[in-house]
């Protein structure tokens, strides 16, 4: 069993940074592909970006592409999202995710790929 747990959400103005960061329990997280998505009120959850354990390659959703940054630190078992230039439209519940597999692009866009989720962290961007 993992447990992620967010941390590093808040309220912040338009054109704002904040760095997000997914704390995971476990001794295999280097093999995990740890994805994030978000949530905004009345809409589905989405992905944003995913990093694999084993090279570390990532891969983002293109609204984000420049703007959010996943990267991660095996040492500390953690994953983050470097979010800047931060919009409106940003504001969402962020969710960390791990799954066991090593996920492709499709399937890591996926919710149903992933095998464990944080209760999330809130981000609020105002205009």
């Known amino acids: 069993q993992v447990q992620l747990v967010e941390s590093g959400g808040g309220l912040v103005q338009a054109g704002g940074s904040l760095r997000l960061s997914c704390a995971a329990s476990?001794?295999?997280?280097?093999?995990?592909?740890m994805g994030w998505f978000r949530q905004a009120p009345g809409k589905e959850r989405e992905f944003v970006a995913r990093?694999?354990?084993?090279?570390?390659?990532?891969n983002s959703v293109d609204s984000v592409e420049g703007r959010f940054t996943i990267s991660r630190d095996n040492a500390k078992n953690t994953v983050y999202l470097q979010i800047d230039s931060l919009k409106p439209e940003d504001t969402a519940v962020y969710y960390c995710?791990?799954?066991?597999?090593?996920?492709?692009?499709?399937?890591?866009?996926?919710?149903?790929?992933?095998?464990?989720w944080g209760q999330g962290t809130q981000v609020t961007v105002s205009s």
């Open positions: 995710a791990a799954s066991r597999a090593l996920l492709g692009r499709s399937s890591s866009r996926q919710t149903g790929g992933y095998d464990y």
């Open positions: 476990g001794r295999t997280f280097n093999s995990y592909t």
């Open positions: 990093i694999r354990g084993s090279r570390g390659s990532t």
